[in-house]
C-alpha cells in the first residue's frame, strides 16, 4: 500500500472483538451491518513464533499453536452456500460496529492492524449499512475496510460440527485468555448493538458451551456430595458405636 493511501482516513467494520476491543484513536462507532457473508467460528486462531515479537495486549491469541483456539471469520455468502454447515441458514445481515479513523493517525492504525489481524485475516472492502436512528432514518452506506480469513488461508477451519466445536473452545485457551470468553463476549457485544443484532450461530455455541459446563458442574457438585456424605456417614456410625458403649 502507498504511503498517500495509508495517511488517508477510512472506516473499519468490526464483527468479532473489535466489537468490544476497538482499534485506538477512533473518533467515531457507528453500529450497523453488512450483506453477502455469513459470520462463522472457522477461523483457527492463536499466537505463532514468528509474531510473538510482536504481539500486543489487544490481540486475541486464544490457543496455541498444538491447540489452536477458534475465532469469528466471514465466508462469501455464495461461497457458503456450496458448503455442507451443520447450523441454520443465516440471517442475511451480519451486524458489527464500523470506526472511524481520522488521516491523522491512519498511517499508525493501519501498522496496528496489520500486526493484530496478521494471522490469517486478508483486507478487503465492503459497504457498511449504519443502524438507522432517529435523527438519520435512511442513512447512507459506507466504504468499509473489513479483515477476513479467507477460505484458502491456512487456519481456515470449513464447516464443523457445532457441538464437537463447542467442546473445542471450551477446552483452548492461549495468552489472552480462555477461547470461550471470545465467544461469551462476542455474544454480548453482538446483543448490545441493536434488537436485531443477534446472531443464532454465535448464540447457539454459546447455549452448547454452557450446558457443557453446567453438566461438568454438576457431576463434580455430584462426586463431591458422595464423597462429603461418605465421611458423614462413618462419622455418625463412629459417634452411635460411642454411645451405645458408654
Known sequence: MEDSQKAEDFWLFGYGSLIWKP???FDERVPGYIEGYVRRFWQARYLSYHTASIKTNTQDHRGTPEAPGRVATLIDRAHW???TDHHNAPAERVWGAAYHIPSSHAAEV???????????YSIQYTPFHPAPTAENPNPSPIHCMVFIGLPE???????????ALAEHILKSRGPSGENK?????????LLGLSEESGDDHITDLVRRCREIEARAAGSLTAERDQQFGSKLHQVGSTEEQEEVEK
Open 181 to 189: 470468553e471470545y465467544l461469551y463476549m462476542l455474544e454480548t457485544a
Open 81 to 83: 452456500e456450496t458448503l
Open 110 to 120: 493501519r501498522d496496528y492492524l496489520d500486526i493484530r489481524e496478521i494471522n490469517g
Open 23 to 25: 482499534p485506538p484513536h
Open 153 to 163: 488461508n491456512d487456519q481456515f477451519v470449513g464447516p464443523q460440527d457445532p457441538q
